[in-house]
C-alpha cells in the first residue's frame, strides 16, 4: 500500500514579470482585474465507450518540446486570423493559423524563430503570462467558431474581435492603437466573447474532435502565440492513468449534483475532532461508481484547527499527482469569487473552525506495484 501524507497549510504566491514592447494602454485593466488565477499543472485524460470500444483524449498529448516556425502574415493579411504560421519541423510540421498572447511583446508577419512547446493545460513557464490560469477560458473560445456568428451588436464577430478577447483574458492589459486587428472589430464585440467565456468556460477541457490551444514561446524573446490542434480519441493504453476522487461515508455530495459538469466528490460536514477514513474511485463517470474502480482510501483527521489527509493508493497503481481541499465552505472559490471543482484550486485553508468540507483528488495510473510504502509530505 503506498501511503501519501499532505499537510497542507499555507498559500503559495506566484509573481508574474513582463517586458513591455508593443504599445498597451490602460483601458482594459479594470474589465480584467480579478481574472487571474493561479497556474496549476493538469495531468488529465476524458474517457468515453465508442461502439463498446474505450478511448482517452488527453489535453496533455506528447508534443515535441521545441520547433522553428516561421510567420508568413500578419492582421488583415493573414487568412481571417492574427497570424499565418508555418511550423517546419517535428511532428507538428505544417501551416497554421495562430493568435497572440501576449501585446508587451513583438513579432511581424514574416519572421522565424525556434520555440519552446506546451500544451496550454500544462504547467508553464513561471511569468510567461500574467494570467495563464485562464487558457481553459481561451480554449472555450476557439471551439466556438465566433468568426463569421452575428453578435447581438447587430454586427459579425471577427478575427479582430477573438484576438482583443484573448489578450482581454491572458495579459493584464490590452492594445492601443490595435492596428492589426482590422476596422471591423470592436471592443463591445470583443467584451461580448470575454464575457460568454467567464459565464461557460470556467474549468472546460476540449473533448474528442474540438481543438487544444498549443503555445510556442520564443526562445529569442519574441511574442508568444499558440496554434490550434484537433483532438482524437485513442484506444486506451495500458497502463493508462485516471482521475479519481475519495467518496464520502455519509453527507458525501456529487458535483453533478451542484450543477457542476465535472464527476467527483466534496465529504462533510466534518466537526472538530473527526478522524475518518474514505474509499477512492477512479474513473467513476457521473459518479456511478459501478463504472470506476476502487484504487485506496484516503484517512482524514480534523484537529485543533488543522487537518491531515494520508492518500493509502493501492500497490498496482502509480500515483501521478495529488489535490486537497478543506474548507468552511463546500467548494473552492476561485478569484473571481465563484465555486469551483478545478483540482488545481484545491488547498488545505489555515486556521480551520466549525464544520469542514474535504475534497480529496488523485490521478492515478496502473502499474507493476511495489511493495513499499511512498509517502510524501507538503508543508
Not at 65 to 94: H, Q, R, W
Not at 115 to 129: I, N, Q, R
Not at 184 to 212: C, H, R, Y
Not at 344 to 360: F, H
Request: charged share 25%.
Amino acid at each position: 500500500m503506498k501511503k501519501l501524507a499532505l499537510y497542507l497549510l499555507a498559500v503559495s504566491t506566484l509573481t508574474f514579470t513582463s517586458c513591455e514592447v508593443e504599445p498597451v494602454g490602460e483601458e482594459g485593466l479594470e474589465s480584467v482585474e480579478g481574472k487571474w488565477r493561479k497556474n496549476k499543472k493538469k495531468k488529465k485524460k476524458r474517457k468515453r465507450n465508442r461502439e463498446n470500444e474505450e478511448c482517452t483524449v488527453s489535453v496533455l498529448p506528447e508534443l515535441p518540446a521545441m520547433v522553428n516556425a516561421c510567420t508568413t502574415a500578419k492582421g488583415v493579411n493573414a487568412n481571417n486570423i492574427y497570424f499565418d504560421l508555418t511550423i517546419n519541423d517535428t511532428s507538428l510540421a505544417g501551416d497554421y493559423g495562430a493568435w497572440c498572447v501576449d501585446v508587451d511583446l513583438s513579432l511581424t508577419g514574416n519572421e522565424c524563430f525556434d520555440a519552446d512547446v506546451y500544451s496550454s493545460y500544462a504547467e508553464l513557464p513561471a511569468g510567461a503570462f500574467e494570467n495563464p490560469d485562464n487558457f481553459d477560458l481561451i480554449n472555450w473560445i476557439i471551439n466556438q467558431n465566433y468568426i463569421g456568428m452575428d453578435s447581438s451588436s447587430g454586427e459579425t464577430y471577427t478575427f479582430g474581435d477573438v484576438q482583443w478577447a484573448i489578450w482581454e483574458l491572458i495579459d493584464n492589459q490590452n492594445c492601443v492603437a490595435c492596428a492589426f486587428l482590422g476596422d471591423d472589430w470592436s471592443v463591445t464585440k470583443g467584451q461580448e466573447i470575454v464575457d460568454a467565456a467567464l459565464a461557460s468556460g470556467e474549468g472546460f477541457e476540449p473533448g474528442e474532435g474540438q481543438l487544444l490551444a498549443v503555445v510556442l514561446i520564443p526562445t529569442n524573446n519574441r511574442q508568444p502565440v499558440f496554434i490550434s490542434i484537433p483532438l482524437e480519441c485513442e484506444s486506451e493504453p495500458k497502463g493508462g492513468c485516471e482521475t479519481a476522487f475519495a467518496r464520502g461515508n455519509d453527507g458525501n455530495t456529487c458535483f453533478r449534483d451542484e450543477g457542476f459538469s465535472r464527476w467527483g466528490w466534496t465529504i462533510g460536514p466534518l466537526s472538530e475532532g473527526a478522524d475518518e477514513s474514505y474509499d477512492i474511485y477512479a474513473g467513476a463517470g457521473q459518479c456511478d461508481i459501478s463504472k470506476g474502480e476502487l484504487v485506496g482510501t484516503v484517512d482524514v483527521s480534523y484537529e485543533d484547527g488543522e487537518v491531515t489527509v494520508v492518500y493509502n493508493i493501492d500497490d498496482a497503481y502509480d500515483v501521478q499527482e495529488t489535490h486537497t481541499y478543506a474548507g468552511n465552505e463546500m467548494f473552492p472559490i476561485n478569484r473571481r469569487g465563484n465555486y469551483t471543482v478545478a483540482p488545481g484550486k484545491y488547498e488545505i485553508e489555515e486556521d480551520l473552525s466549525g464544520d469542514i468540507y474535504v475534497i480529496a483528488h488523485a490521478v492515478v495510473c496502473s502499474g507493476e506495484g511495489d511493495d513499499d510504502d511512498d509517502e510524501w509530505d507538503e508543508d
